[in-house]
């Protein structure tokens, strides 16, 4: 009878044990987990570095005179970030100071390029293609208006496609500018009314008038010109430069250039 009663406690004693042991969830019945899921570990946040602000105390001038053109604008515009975020008298006294500095350093390059551009004058491309006194402006002028003639007057394979409308004020007056150019220089010139042909106009490109396109007899590749109405000066030098790279004369990084100026990349070695 002892026995039985035993039996019968452990038997209720596992049964309110399993009862009250909550049943586990199988690794598949997680809704977010699969067969490669994995619980990414939190990294923890790198703490800020704290901005060390320069201050001139920390400076001899010599040492800022002679350091590195890199690390002394890093420097400067250290200096000005801190005179912006906190303009008190000595923060902005300090900016202008080595900002000083820097303009000193600027002049003083500048001096060295006036001498070695003085002793070398080879070296001085402004002086010698872009002269600024008077009489040297002036004979600059004719030699380029010596050359656009010569080559303009020389251009017999080259012309122009004229594209106009006849209700078009500014068309009228490209009209005169052409009258004045052809006597000069006595070109053949096609006026395209756009109104009446479309189609040519779309061909090249042409979307309002007035507009000029240079072409070349038995080739297939033109030049425009302008669109709107264009000075005959300008007309002249657009129309030297273009013939001139149309020739191989020139390449596109030379467009500008005339003849008596100095070639900007050398002969032979390529584009």
């Known amino acids: 009878m002892f026995k039985l009663l035993l039996i019968s406690l452990i038997f209720l004693v596992s049964t309110a044990q399993a009862s009250s ?7 598949y019945d997680k809704n977010k987990e699969g067969y490669y899921w994995y619980k990414e570990e939190k990294k923890p946040k790198k703490p800020q570095p ?9 400076y001899k001038e010599k040492q800022l005179w002679d350091m590195h053109p890199d690390d002394f604008q890093k420097l400067l515009m250290d200096f000005q970030k801190k005179a912006v975020m906190s303009p008190t008298e000595e923060n902005v006294y300090e900016y202008l100071k080595i900002q000083d500095i820097a303009r000193r350093r600027a002049l003083a390059y500048t001096n060295v390029v006036s001498l070695v551009t003085q002793k070398h004058p080879e070296l001085s491309f402004v002086e010698r293609e872009y002269p600024i006194t008077a009489p040297a402006k002036v004979a600059m002028t004719q030699l380029q208006n010596e050359e656009i003639d010569r080559k303009l007057q020389n251009a017999e394979d080259y012309g122009l496609i004229y594209f106009y409308s006849p209700d078009c004020k500014f068309c009228q007056a490209q009209s005169g500018i052409l009258r004045y150019f052809l006597d000069q220089y006595h070109w053949e010139i096609s006026y395209i009314n756009i109104d009446q042909n479309p189609n040519i106009a779309s061909r090249f490109g042409v979307q309002r008038v007035p507009s000029l396109i240079l072409i070349k007899r038995d080739r297939n590749d033109y030049i425009p010109i302008s669109s709107g109405v264009i000075s005959v000066n300008e007309l002249k030098r657009r129309l030297y430069r273009s013939i001139r790279l149309m020739n191989g004369e020139i390449t596109p990084e030379e467009y500008n250039l005339y003849e008596y100026q100095e070639r900007i990349k050398p002969e032979g070695g390529g584009r």
């Open 21 to 27: 042991t909550p049943e586990k969830k199988g690794f």
């Open 50 to 58: 704290k901005r060390v602000l320069p201050s001139l105390k920390d």
